[in-house]
């Protein structure tokens, strides 16, 4: 055991004597980008969004420095690059890049990614490389109501009522009975919403014996606004969900 802790001992000292021997510190000023990805969510108006950014050594005087692609520009488009700024006296600045959402050539719920790192030609660059998924914010107001009954679907009532005025703005009609799908296209104006399905009898949508057991969506483009219904609610139940909120 004696001679495995000297060898050890001797094998550590030369390790560290050859680490200090060769550690090299870096006295110049070099800025990058601090985070190494991000999402973005456009919304309809635009959006003008920071990352953080890191210099190794301050100024008395502010500073600006550029941003640029790693490999090829997004092809959905809507992205200007813009600057990094960094103020006088500190460590840390942001870097700022633009979206418009009215140039983004992607469908609803579909992302497209590119990579940005910061660019001098008057001081270094570290090599962070930021890589940023964007996509467009679902804009939706024209839903889909379905319901799927039980077998007494007579009993199935439902609403949708505007939280802010505490109108009814929906209401589904009356159905025969019997199992069956029912639809509808709801307009709904930006704002906050209640949906509420009823059952006249209290027993939700399940039915004794009866295997059927009845559910509903609220839907808009990939979102789903509501869902419910189903055999255990009782005689009602509420679901609260906003639009473009």
Do not use: W
């Not at 839903?143 to 802010?164: P, Q, W």
């Amino acid at each position: 055991m004696k001679k495995i802790f000297i060898t050890f001992s001797i094998f550590a000292s030369i390790l560290f004597t050859s680490c200090e021997y060769d550690a090299v510190v870096y006295e110049g000023t070099a800025v990058g980008l601090s985070e190494s990805s991000a999402q973005v969510s456009v919304p309809d108006t635009g959006t003008s969004e920071t990352f953080s950014v890191t210099v190794t050594s301050p100024s008395s005087e502010a500073r600006t420095f550029g941003l640029e692609y790693v490999g090829d520009a997004p092809e959905a488009g809507g992205v200007t690059l813009g600057t990094i700024t960094v103020p006088a006296d500190s460590y840390e600045g942001i870097a700022t890049v633009d979206f418009d959402f009215n140039a983004i050539t992607l469908a609803d719920g579909v992302t497209d990614t590119f990579s940005i790192k910061a660019t001098s030609t008057t001081t270094d660059v570290f090599g962070t490389v930021l890589v940023i998924e964007y996509f467009k914010a679902v804009i939706c107001n024209d839903a889909t109501f379905t319901m799927n009954t039980d077998l007494y679907a007579e009993e199935t009532g439902f609403t949708i009522t505007d939280d802010a005025t505490g109108n009814v703005v929906y209401t589904m009609p009356v159905l025969s009975s019997g199992v069956q799908t029912f639809t509808a296209d709801v307009f709904l104006a930006d704002g906050c919403y209640t949906a509420t399905i009823t059952d006249a009898f209290g027993d939700a949508q399940a039915n004794g014996a009866d295997p059927t057991v009845g559910n509903y969506t609220l839907t808009c483009s990939i979102l789903t606004f509501a869902s419910g219904g189903g055999g255990s609610f009782g005689a009602s139940q509420s679901r609260t969900f906003c639009v473009n909120q």
